[in-house]
């Protein structure tokens, strides 16, 4: 394997560190650096791809602005140290473990489903990119005709994410 290869490898366990961290530490500040950690992790490795505009996008939008707000808003409802609420209702553990397995089944599956197609070429070309006007044009026009749906559904949960967040910060609504 040649350098590329062996730094693909080490920003892609340390943003999985950082992930899994995220969701570990029970610091809500720390959280929030670890998922700083994750995410430049994952623009230098799309510096590595060679998309050098999407790890910027990377850079500004989710390490900057992003961030930013979750630090704002974990400050500002950071509470006293309050006890992780266990489940409440006996449904609960059986329907998470339910969905937790099924979640993983799918990663499984999408995972060796792409070693199957990864010798596939699609139709992105760098002549193609260079006809459709350069990478921010062609980016921009997949995203918004053939990407736009799931897009949009992405746009929802995450505004569903973050009433979610609130209603659940807030004790008296």
């Not at 340390?14 to 929030?32: E, K």
């Not at 230098?44 to 791809?49: H, Q, S, W, Y």
């Not at 139709?123 to 026009?141: C, F, K, R, S, Y």
Request: proline share 3%.
């Amino acid at each position: 394997m040649d350098l590329v290869s062996w730094l693909f490898i080490l920003f892609a366990v340390i943003g999985l560190l950082g992930a899994v961290m995220v969701v570990v530490a029970r610091n809500p500040v720390h959280c929030v650096l670890f998922m700083l950690l994750t995410f430049v992790n994952i623009a230098a490795m799309f510096v590595l791809l060679d998309a050098q505009f999407i790890a910027i996008l990377q850079v500004l939008v989710y390490s900057g602005a992003i961030l930013v707000l979750f630090l704002f808003v974990v400050m500002l409802l950071q509470q006293a140290e309050r006890p992780i609420p266990m489940l409440a209702a006996r449904v609960q553990l059986p329907v998470a473990l339910v969905v937790g397995g099924l979640f993983l089944l799918e990663i499984i599956v999408v995972t060796f489903g792409n070693i199957i197609t990864a010798g596939r070429k699609g139709g992105d070309t760098p002549q193609a990119i260079a006809q459709a006007g350069g990478n921010v044009q062609a980016l921009g026009e997949q995203l918004f005709t053939r990407w736009l749906l799931p897009f949009e559904i992405a746009s929802v949960l995450l505004l569903v994410a973050a009433i979610g967040a609130l209603y659940l910060a807030k004790e008296d609504l």
